[in-house]
Protein backbone atom coordinates (compact mmCIF):
# COMPACT_ATOMS: atom_id res chain seq x y z
CA UNK A 1 0.00 0.00 0.00
CA UNK A 2 2.60 2.82 0.62
CA UNK A 3 3.86 2.04 -2.41
CA UNK A 4 7.37 3.51 -3.06
CA UNK A 5 6.96 3.82 -7.04
CA UNK A 6 3.45 5.32 -6.29
CA UNK A 7 4.93 7.95 -3.88
CA UNK A 8 7.44 9.04 -6.20
CA UNK A 9 5.42 9.37 -9.09
CA UNK A 10 3.38 11.87 -7.32
CA UNK A 11 6.45 13.54 -5.96
CA UNK A 12 7.67 14.25 -9.34
CA UNK A 13 3.96 15.59 -10.78
CA UNK A 14 3.41 17.98 -7.67
CA UNK A 15 6.55 18.64 -5.98
CA UNK A 16 9.70 21.26 -6.78
CA UNK A 17 11.02 23.50 -7.46
CA UNK A 18 8.74 25.04 -4.88
CA UNK A 19 7.86 28.47 -6.15
CA UNK A 20 6.79 26.91 -9.82
CA UNK A 21 5.32 23.82 -8.09
CA UNK A 22 2.68 25.93 -5.28
CA UNK A 23 0.28 27.01 -8.34
CA UNK A 24 -0.21 23.06 -9.35
CA UNK A 25 -0.95 21.75 -5.61
CA UNK A 26 -4.61 20.77 -5.78
CA UNK A 27 -6.88 22.60 -3.15
CA UNK A 28 -7.83 20.45 -0.61
CA UNK A 29 -11.77 20.56 0.68
CA UNK A 30 -12.72 18.23 2.79
CA UNK A 31 -16.52 17.39 4.16
CA UNK A 32 -17.31 15.54 6.99
CA UNK A 33 -21.13 14.89 7.10
CA UNK A 34 -22.59 13.91 10.94
CA UNK A 35 -24.37 11.18 11.23
CA UNK A 36 -25.44 10.22 7.54
CA UNK A 37 -25.69 6.79 6.47
CA UNK A 38 -24.72 4.96 3.77
CA UNK A 39 -28.30 4.60 2.47
CA UNK A 40 -29.09 8.57 2.78
CA UNK A 41 -27.91 9.77 -0.14
CA UNK A 42 -29.57 9.65 -3.87
CA UNK A 43 -26.95 8.27 -5.30
CA UNK A 44 -26.35 5.34 -2.66
CA UNK A 45 -30.00 4.51 -2.95
CA UNK A 46 -32.17 6.42 -1.14
CA UNK A 47 -35.53 7.09 -2.90
CA UNK A 48 -37.11 9.49 -0.17
CA UNK A 49 -34.28 11.95 0.50
CA UNK A 50 -33.68 14.26 -2.34
CA UNK A 51 -29.51 15.04 -2.86
CA UNK A 52 -28.82 16.67 -6.26
CA UNK A 53 -25.97 18.29 -5.39
CA UNK A 54 -24.41 15.59 -3.73
CA UNK A 55 -25.47 12.82 -6.47
CA UNK A 56 -24.23 15.65 -9.23
CA UNK A 57 -20.50 15.20 -7.06
CA UNK A 58 -20.79 11.58 -7.56
CA UNK A 59 -21.57 11.74 -11.30
CA UNK A 60 -18.66 14.05 -11.57
CA UNK A 61 -15.98 11.91 -9.90
CA UNK A 62 -15.98 8.23 -7.77
CA UNK A 63 -18.39 6.84 -5.39
CA UNK A 64 -16.89 4.41 -3.27
CA UNK A 65 -18.61 1.78 -2.10
CA UNK A 66 -16.24 0.19 0.88
CA UNK A 67 -15.49 3.52 2.47
CA UNK A 68 -15.28 3.44 6.50
CA UNK A 69 -15.07 6.12 8.83
CA UNK A 70 -11.96 4.86 11.54
CA UNK A 71 -14.90 4.31 14.32
CA UNK A 72 -18.64 4.70 14.65
CA UNK A 73 -19.05 7.71 16.72
CA UNK A 74 -17.71 11.22 16.37
CA UNK A 75 -14.70 11.76 18.39
CA UNK A 76 -12.31 9.25 17.52
CA UNK A 77 -12.63 9.11 13.84
CA UNK A 78 -12.06 13.22 13.89
CA UNK A 79 -9.28 12.34 16.02
CA UNK A 80 -8.16 9.74 13.22
CA UNK A 81 -8.95 12.45 10.41
CA UNK A 82 -6.81 14.76 11.91
CA UNK A 83 -3.64 12.53 13.10
CA UNK A 84 -3.54 9.49 11.05
CA UNK A 85 -4.10 7.09 13.84
CA UNK A 86 -6.21 4.76 15.22
CA UNK A 87 -7.92 6.67 18.10
CA UNK A 88 -8.50 3.64 20.33
CA UNK A 89 -4.60 4.00 20.50
CA UNK A 90 -4.83 7.25 22.37
CA UNK A 91 -7.35 7.63 25.38
CA UNK A 92 -7.70 11.35 25.28
CA UNK A 93 -9.38 10.77 21.86
CA UNK A 94 -10.62 7.57 21.76
CA UNK A 95 -14.35 8.16 23.44
CA UNK A 96 -17.03 11.29 23.00
CA UNK A 97 -16.20 13.79 24.45
CA UNK A 98 -18.22 16.75 26.05
CA UNK A 99 -18.14 20.10 25.81
CA UNK A 100 -15.56 20.82 28.47
CA UNK A 101 -13.09 18.20 27.32
CA UNK A 102 -9.18 19.69 26.68
CA UNK A 103 -7.79 19.28 22.93
CA UNK A 104 -7.20 15.51 22.47
CA UNK A 105 -4.23 15.97 19.59
CA UNK A 106 -0.86 17.05 21.24
CA UNK A 107 0.16 20.11 19.38
CA UNK A 108 3.37 18.68 18.33
CA UNK A 109 1.16 15.86 16.39
CA UNK A 110 1.75 15.76 12.82
CA UNK A 111 -1.58 16.39 11.49
CA UNK A 112 -3.67 17.20 8.30
CA UNK A 113 -3.47 21.09 8.28
CA UNK A 114 -0.23 21.33 10.17
CA UNK A 115 1.35 19.07 7.22
CA UNK A 116 -0.42 21.23 4.84
CA UNK A 117 0.88 24.11 6.24
CA UNK A 118 4.18 23.55 5.93
CA UNK A 119 3.82 23.05 2.44
CA UNK A 120 2.34 26.44 1.98
CA UNK A 121 -1.15 25.72 2.00
CA UNK A 122 -3.95 28.57 3.76
CA UNK A 123 -5.82 26.25 6.10
CA UNK A 124 -9.60 26.43 7.51
CA UNK A 125 -11.61 24.43 10.37
CA UNK A 126 -15.41 25.20 9.66
CA UNK A 127 -18.57 23.52 11.86
CA UNK A 128 -18.08 20.84 13.98
CA UNK A 129 -15.33 20.40 16.18
CA UNK A 130 -15.39 17.70 18.95
CA UNK A 131 -11.89 17.34 19.65
CA UNK A 132 -11.31 19.23 23.19
CA UNK A 133 -10.09 22.74 23.52
CA UNK A 134 -7.87 23.98 25.80
CA UNK A 135 -5.42 22.51 27.99
CA UNK A 136 -7.38 21.55 30.65
CA UNK A 137 -11.34 21.90 31.51
CA UNK A 138 -12.05 24.64 28.72
CA UNK A 139 -12.84 28.26 30.31
CA UNK A 140 -15.02 30.06 27.02
CA UNK A 141 -14.48 33.51 29.12
CA UNK A 142 -10.78 34.06 27.82
CA UNK A 143 -8.40 33.13 24.84
CA UNK A 144 -8.96 29.30 24.40
CA UNK A 145 -5.76 27.12 23.66
CA UNK A 146 -4.36 25.20 22.73
CA UNK A 147 -7.36 24.90 19.72
CA UNK A 148 -7.30 24.36 16.16
CA UNK A 149 -4.63 26.91 15.54
CA UNK A 150 -1.96 24.43 17.80
CA UNK A 151 -2.82 21.84 15.12
CA UNK A 152 -2.42 23.75 12.14
CA UNK A 153 -5.32 25.57 11.08
CA UNK A 154 -4.95 29.42 10.01
CA UNK A 155 -8.79 29.69 11.06
CA UNK A 156 -11.12 28.44 12.68
CA UNK A 157 -14.96 28.60 12.93
CA UNK A 158 -16.15 25.58 15.83
CA UNK A 159 -19.15 24.15 17.16
CA UNK A 160 -16.75 23.10 20.20
CA UNK A 161 -18.38 20.07 20.83
CA UNK A 162 -21.66 19.14 19.52
CA UNK A 163 -24.96 21.03 18.99
CA UNK A 164 -26.98 18.60 21.87
CA UNK A 165 -24.49 19.57 24.33
CA UNK A 166 -23.18 22.82 26.13
CA UNK A 167 -21.89 25.13 24.63
CA UNK A 168 -24.37 26.26 22.59
CA UNK A 169 -21.80 29.15 21.42
CA UNK A 170 -19.33 29.30 18.04
CA UNK A 171 -15.26 29.29 18.70
CA UNK A 172 -13.58 31.66 16.38
CA UNK A 173 -10.22 31.60 16.41
CA UNK A 174 -9.74 30.80 19.81
CA UNK A 175 -12.36 32.98 21.14
CA UNK A 176 -16.12 32.76 21.33
CA UNK A 177 -18.10 34.41 19.06
CA UNK A 178 -20.31 37.21 19.73
CA UNK A 179 -19.10 37.39 23.82
CA UNK A 180 -20.02 39.54 26.42
CA UNK A 181 -17.87 40.00 29.43
CA UNK A 182 -20.75 41.22 31.51
CA UNK A 183 -22.49 37.78 30.94
CA UNK A 184 -19.64 34.99 31.27
CA UNK A 185 -20.14 31.60 30.55
CA UNK A 186 -20.37 28.84 32.90
CA UNK A 187 -20.69 25.16 31.75
CA UNK A 188 -21.15 22.05 33.83
CA UNK A 189 -21.24 18.37 32.82
CA UNK A 190 -21.64 17.43 36.66
CA UNK A 191 -24.03 19.55 38.38
CA UNK A 192 -26.05 21.81 37.57
CA UNK A 193 -25.00 25.69 36.63
CA UNK A 194 -26.94 28.63 37.23
CA UNK A 195 -30.79 29.26 37.34
CA UNK A 196 -31.74 28.67 33.92
CA UNK A 197 -34.64 25.75 33.14
CA UNK A 198 -33.62 22.24 32.39
CA UNK A 199 -35.94 19.66 30.31
CA UNK A 200 -35.81 17.36 33.62
CA UNK A 201 -37.86 20.41 35.66
CA UNK A 202 -38.95 21.90 33.33
CA UNK A 203 -40.56 20.12 30.34
CA UNK A 204 -43.09 21.87 29.83
CA UNK A 205 -40.91 24.77 28.15
CA UNK A 206 -39.56 22.31 25.78
CA UNK A 207 -41.23 24.19 22.80
CA UNK A 208 -39.12 22.30 20.04
CA UNK A 209 -37.99 18.57 20.71
CA UNK A 210 -38.79 16.66 23.80
CA UNK A 211 -35.62 14.12 24.95
CA UNK A 212 -36.44 10.46 24.36
CA UNK A 213 -33.15 9.85 26.65
CA UNK A 214 -30.79 11.70 27.93
CA UNK A 215 -30.47 15.41 27.22
CA UNK A 216 -32.93 16.66 29.78
CA UNK A 217 -30.23 19.88 31.39
CA UNK A 218 -30.26 23.28 30.60
CA UNK A 219 -32.84 24.52 27.83
CA UNK A 220 -31.54 26.84 24.85
CA UNK A 221 -33.77 27.53 22.29
CA UNK A 222 -36.79 25.72 23.75
CA UNK A 223 -34.08 22.25 23.25
CA UNK A 224 -32.60 20.38 26.29
CA UNK A 225 -29.44 19.39 25.83
CA UNK A 226 -26.40 17.30 27.64
CA UNK A 227 -24.95 19.16 30.29
CA UNK A 228 -25.65 22.67 32.11
CA UNK A 229 -24.59 26.44 31.38
CA UNK A 230 -25.60 29.68 32.06
CA UNK A 231 -24.64 32.92 30.95
CA UNK A 232 -23.13 33.54 26.97
CA UNK A 233 -26.80 34.68 25.61
CA UNK A 234 -26.06 37.53 23.18
CA UNK A 235 -23.14 34.60 21.69
CA UNK A 236 -25.70 31.37 21.46
CA UNK A 237 -26.43 30.06 18.15
CA UNK A 238 -29.68 29.68 16.63
CA UNK A 239 -30.18 25.93 15.87
CA UNK A 240 -32.06 26.85 12.74
CA UNK A 241 -29.02 29.06 11.49
CA UNK A 242 -26.50 26.42 11.88
CA UNK A 243 -26.21 25.42 8.45
CA UNK A 244 -26.27 29.04 6.92
CA UNK A 245 -23.42 30.15 9.34
CA UNK A 246 -20.90 27.49 9.30
CA UNK A 247 -21.35 27.77 4.85
CA UNK A 248 -21.15 31.10 4.88
CA UNK A 249 -17.91 31.44 7.00
CA UNK A 250 -17.00 28.62 4.79
CA UNK A 251 -17.51 30.22 1.39
CA UNK A 252 -15.72 33.26 2.86
CA UNK A 253 -12.70 31.46 3.41
CA UNK A 254 -12.42 29.88 -0.21
CA UNK A 255 -12.92 33.20 -1.74
CA UNK A 256 -10.12 34.92 0.70
CA UNK A 257 -7.72 32.11 -0.12
CA UNK A 258 -8.42 31.57 -3.46
CA UNK A 259 -4.85 32.90 -4.99
CA UNK A 260 -3.13 30.69 -3.13
CA UNK A 261 -3.58 26.56 -2.21
CA UNK A 262 -6.39 25.70 0.32
CA UNK A 263 -7.26 23.19 2.78
CA UNK A 264 -10.91 23.78 3.58
CA UNK A 265 -11.91 20.99 6.81
CA UNK A 266 -15.40 21.60 6.56
CA UNK A 267 -17.55 19.55 9.11
CA UNK A 268 -21.36 20.02 8.66
CA UNK A 269 -23.79 19.08 11.64
CA UNK A 270 -26.78 18.39 10.13
CA UNK A 271 -28.58 14.62 10.81
CA UNK A 272 -27.39 14.82 14.17
CA UNK A 273 -29.36 15.56 16.73
CA UNK A 274 -31.27 18.00 17.65
CA UNK A 275 -32.58 17.97 14.37
CA UNK A 276 -33.49 21.60 13.47
CA UNK A 277 -33.72 22.36 9.71
CA UNK A 278 -33.92 25.63 8.25
CA UNK A 279 -37.54 26.77 7.71
CA UNK A 280 -36.64 26.81 4.26
CA UNK A 281 -36.17 22.97 4.14
CA UNK A 282 -38.37 22.26 6.79
CA UNK A 283 -40.94 19.18 5.54
CA UNK A 284 -39.44 19.18 2.37
CA UNK A 285 -38.05 15.69 2.38
CA UNK A 286 -39.64 12.35 2.53
CA UNK A 287 -37.79 11.50 5.83
CA UNK A 288 -39.20 14.03 8.43
CA UNK A 289 -36.64 16.32 10.36
CA UNK A 290 -34.14 14.23 9.57
CA UNK A 291 -34.33 13.68 5.79
CA UNK A 292 -34.94 17.52 5.95
CA UNK A 293 -31.54 17.96 7.47
CA UNK A 294 -29.87 15.53 5.10
CA UNK A 295 -31.41 17.86 2.20
CA UNK A 296 -30.01 20.95 4.21
CA UNK A 297 -26.59 19.40 4.11
CA UNK A 298 -27.21 18.91 0.26
CA UNK A 299 -27.57 22.45 -0.04
CA UNK A 300 -24.31 23.17 2.24
CA UNK A 301 -22.38 21.34 -0.69
CA UNK A 302 -23.78 22.88 -3.37
CA UNK A 303 -22.68 25.97 -2.35
CA UNK A 304 -19.37 24.90 -1.41
CA UNK A 305 -19.01 23.54 -4.88
CA UNK A 306 -20.36 26.72 -6.26
CA UNK A 307 -17.95 29.15 -4.78
CA UNK A 308 -15.21 27.00 -5.93
CA UNK A 309 -16.76 27.25 -9.95
CA UNK A 310 -17.13 31.16 -9.21
CA UNK A 311 -13.67 31.35 -8.40
CA UNK A 312 -12.43 29.03 -11.02
CA UNK A 313 -11.26 26.73 -8.64
CA UNK A 314 -12.88 23.49 -9.37
CA UNK A 315 -10.29 21.90 -12.09
CA UNK A 316 -7.70 22.02 -9.60
CA UNK A 317 -9.98 21.07 -6.57
CA UNK A 318 -10.16 17.68 -4.81
CA UNK A 319 -13.01 17.53 -2.90
CA UNK A 320 -14.07 14.63 -0.44
CA UNK A 321 -17.44 13.85 0.74
CA UNK A 322 -17.78 11.73 3.52
CA UNK A 323 -19.34 11.16 7.18
CA UNK A 324 -18.43 10.83 10.25
CA UNK A 325 -20.00 7.31 11.48
CA UNK A 326 -22.98 5.18 10.03
CA UNK A 327 -26.28 6.82 10.74
CA UNK A 328 -28.99 6.28 13.58
CA UNK A 329 -32.59 6.95 14.11
CA UNK A 330 -33.70 7.66 17.56
CA UNK A 331 -30.64 9.63 18.95
CA UNK A 332 -32.02 10.99 22.07
CA UNK A 333 -34.76 13.57 20.96
CA UNK A 334 -38.35 12.60 20.09
CA UNK A 335 -38.38 14.18 16.53
CA UNK A 336 -40.55 11.92 14.68
CA UNK A 337 -37.65 9.85 13.03
CA UNK A 338 -37.93 6.91 15.38
CA UNK A 339 -41.28 5.95 14.04
CA UNK A 340 -40.87 7.34 10.56
CA UNK A 341 -43.02 5.21 8.27
CA UNK A 342 -41.25 6.98 4.96
CA UNK A 343 -39.33 3.55 4.62
CA UNK A 344 -36.16 5.26 4.67
CA UNK A 345 -33.07 3.55 5.69
CA UNK A 346 -30.68 5.18 7.27
CA UNK A 347 -27.63 2.66 6.55
CA UNK A 348 -29.83 1.23 3.58
CA UNK A 349 -29.24 -2.85 3.68
CA UNK A 350 -26.54 -2.56 6.15
CA UNK A 351 -26.77 -3.95 9.54
CA UNK A 352 -26.73 -2.21 12.61
CA UNK A 353 -26.58 2.02 13.42
CA UNK A 354 -24.19 4.40 14.74
CA UNK A 355 -22.03 3.31 17.63
CA UNK A 356 -21.70 -0.10 16.85
CA UNK A 357 -19.26 -2.63 14.80
CA UNK A 358 -21.60 -4.09 12.33
CA UNK A 359 -21.39 -2.52 8.77
CA UNK A 360 -24.13 0.34 9.65
CA UNK A 361 -21.93 1.82 12.39
CA UNK A 362 -19.09 2.72 9.84
CA UNK A 363 -19.90 1.66 6.56
CA UNK A 364 -20.13 5.23 5.02
CA UNK A 365 -20.87 7.43 1.68
CA UNK A 366 -17.47 8.38 0.09
CA UNK A 367 -17.60 10.78 -3.12
CA UNK A 368 -14.44 12.09 -4.41
CA UNK A 369 -14.28 14.47 -7.70
CA UNK A 370 -10.96 16.29 -9.01
CA UNK A 371 -11.58 17.10 -12.67
CA UNK A 372 -8.87 14.77 -14.69
CA UNK A 373 -7.93 13.14 -11.80
CA UNK A 374 -10.06 11.28 -10.32
CA UNK A 375 -12.04 8.91 -12.54
CA UNK A 376 -15.89 10.86 -13.99
CA UNK A 377 -18.95 8.64 -13.26
CA UNK A 378 -16.78 6.00 -11.75
CA UNK A 379 -17.95 3.51 -8.86
CA UNK A 380 -14.91 1.82 -6.62
CA UNK A 381 -15.14 -1.12 -4.03
CA UNK A 382 -11.62 -0.07 -2.96
CA UNK A 383 -11.15 -0.63 0.94
CA UNK A 384 -10.98 2.81 2.24
CA UNK A 385 -10.57 4.67 6.00
CA UNK A 386 -10.82 8.07 6.68
CA UNK A 387 -7.72 7.37 8.55
CA UNK A 388 -5.64 7.41 5.15
CA UNK A 389 -6.35 11.68 4.47
CA UNK A 390 -2.91 12.33 5.99
CA UNK A 391 -0.87 9.78 4.06
CA UNK A 392 -2.56 10.55 0.99
CA UNK A 393 -2.38 14.50 1.25
CA UNK A 394 1.30 14.08 1.97
CA UNK A 395 1.66 11.85 -1.47
CA UNK A 396 -0.65 14.45 -3.45
CA UNK A 397 1.47 17.72 -2.62
CA UNK A 398 4.90 15.43 -2.62
CA UNK A 399 5.62 16.00 1.42
CA UNK A 400 6.16 12.70 2.54
CA UNK A 401 4.99 12.39 6.21
CA UNK A 402 7.90 12.52 8.71
CA UNK A 403 8.97 9.11 10.53
CA UNK A 404 6.79 8.17 12.80
CA UNK A 405 3.67 10.27 12.01
CA UNK A 406 0.60 8.84 11.22
CA UNK A 407 1.11 5.20 11.89
CA UNK A 408 -2.03 3.93 10.54
CA UNK A 409 -2.76 5.79 7.41
CA UNK A 410 -2.23 4.63 4.14
CA UNK A 411 -1.81 6.26 0.80
CA UNK A 412 -4.15 5.70 -0.85
CA UNK A 413 -4.00 7.93 -4.02
CA UNK A 414 -4.00 5.24 -6.46
CA UNK A 415 -7.24 3.94 -5.14
CA UNK A 416 -8.50 7.63 -5.65
CA UNK A 417 -7.03 8.58 -8.82
CA UNK A 418 -6.82 5.31 -11.01
CA UNK A 419 -9.68 2.87 -9.84
CA UNK A 420 -6.85 0.66 -7.90
CA UNK A 421 -7.44 -1.21 -4.74
CA UNK A 422 -7.32 0.03 -1.65
CA UNK A 423 -6.21 -1.06 2.13
CA UNK A 424 -5.98 -4.95 2.61
CA UNK A 425 -6.89 -4.74 6.42
CA UNK A 426 -8.99 -2.07 8.80
CA UNK A 427 -9.77 -2.28 11.88
CA UNK A 428 -13.29 -0.81 13.15
CA UNK A 429 -14.12 1.04 16.61
CA UNK A 430 -17.86 1.09 18.39
CA UNK A 431 -17.81 3.68 20.76
CA UNK A 432 -15.99 1.54 23.15
CA UNK A 433 -12.38 1.99 22.18
CA UNK A 434 -12.21 -1.49 23.80
CA UNK A 435 -14.82 -3.24 20.96
CA UNK A 436 -12.74 -3.41 18.05
CA UNK A 437 -13.83 -5.60 14.70
CA UNK A 438 -11.08 -6.27 11.80
CA UNK A 439 -11.55 -6.75 8.32
CA UNK A 440 -9.25 -8.57 5.95
CA UNK A 441 -10.12 -8.60 2.18
CA UNK A 442 -13.79 -9.69 2.40
CA UNK A 443 -13.73 -11.32 5.78
CA UNK A 444 -14.56 -9.31 9.19
CA UNK A 445 -14.25 -11.06 12.52
CA UNK A 446 -16.01 -9.67 14.96
CA UNK A 447 -14.31 -10.80 18.36
CA UNK A 448 -16.77 -10.32 20.96
CA UNK A 449 -14.79 -10.14 24.28
CA UNK A 450 -13.07 -6.80 24.13
CA UNK A 451 -15.87 -5.75 26.48
CA UNK A 452 -15.73 -9.53 28.76
CA UNK A 453 -18.76 -10.50 26.86
CA UNK A 454 -20.14 -14.15 26.70
CA UNK A 455 -21.34 -13.94 23.25
CA UNK A 456 -19.11 -15.81 20.35
CA UNK A 457 -17.26 -14.60 18.22
CA UNK A 458 -18.66 -13.68 14.76
CA UNK A 459 -17.41 -14.20 10.74
CA UNK A 460 -18.71 -12.27 8.18
CA UNK A 461 -17.35 -12.61 3.95
CA UNK A 462 -18.94 -9.43 3.37
CA UNK A 463 -18.99 -9.79 -0.40
CA UNK A 464 -21.41 -12.49 -0.23
CA UNK A 465 -23.24 -11.06 2.60
CA UNK A 466 -23.03 -7.47 3.14
CA UNK A 467 -25.91 -7.27 5.55
CA UNK A 468 -23.98 -9.63 7.79
CA UNK A 469 -26.76 -12.43 8.47
CA UNK A 470 -24.25 -15.75 8.15
CA UNK A 471 -22.10 -16.09 11.05
CA UNK A 472 -19.17 -18.47 9.66
CA UNK A 473 -17.21 -18.39 12.67
CA UNK A 474 -17.76 -21.92 13.48
CA UNK A 475 -17.64 -23.19 9.58
CA UNK A 476 -14.57 -21.24 9.30
CA UNK A 477 -11.99 -21.83 12.10
CA UNK A 478 -9.12 -21.26 10.76
CA UNK A 479 -9.79 -18.20 8.79
CA UNK A 480 -11.22 -16.43 12.45
CA UNK A 481 -8.19 -17.63 14.18
CA UNK A 482 -6.01 -15.90 11.37
CA UNK A 483 -8.01 -12.46 11.68
CA UNK A 484 -7.86 -12.96 15.43
CA UNK A 485 -4.26 -12.86 15.79
CA UNK A 486 -3.95 -9.80 13.03
CA UNK A 487 -6.24 -7.72 15.26
CA UNK A 488 -3.85 -9.24 18.52
CA UNK A 489 -0.45 -7.98 16.69
CA UNK A 490 -2.29 -4.70 15.30
CA UNK A 491 -3.71 -3.82 18.93
CA UNK A 492 0.14 -4.76 20.05
Not at 211 to 220: K, R
Not at 336 to 359: I, M, Q
Request: glycine residues 10%.
Amino acid sequence: MRSISALVALAVAFAAPAHAADAKLPNVVFVLADDVGYGDLGCYGSTKVKTPNLDALAKAGTRFTDAHSPAAVCTPTRYAIMTGQYAWRHAPGSRILSGLAPLSIKPDTVTVPALLKERGYATAAVGKWHLGLGEKETDYNTEIKPGAREVGFDYSFLIPATGDRTPCVYVENGRVANYDPKDPIRVSYTSKVGTEPTGKENPDLLTVQKPSYGHDMTIVNGISRIGWMTGGKAARWKDEDIADDITKKAVAFIEKSKDKPFFLYFATHDAHVPRVPHPRFKGKSGHGLRGDCIQELDWCVGEIVAALEKHKLTENTLIVFTSDNGGVMDDGYVDGTATDASGHKCNGALRGFKGGVYEGGHRVPFIAKWPGRVPAGATSDALLCHVDLLNTVAALTGKPLPKGAGPDSFDISAALLSGKPGRESLVHQSGNPNALAIRKGDWKYIPNDAAKKKAAPELYNLKDDPSEKTNRAATEPARAKELAELLKTIRG
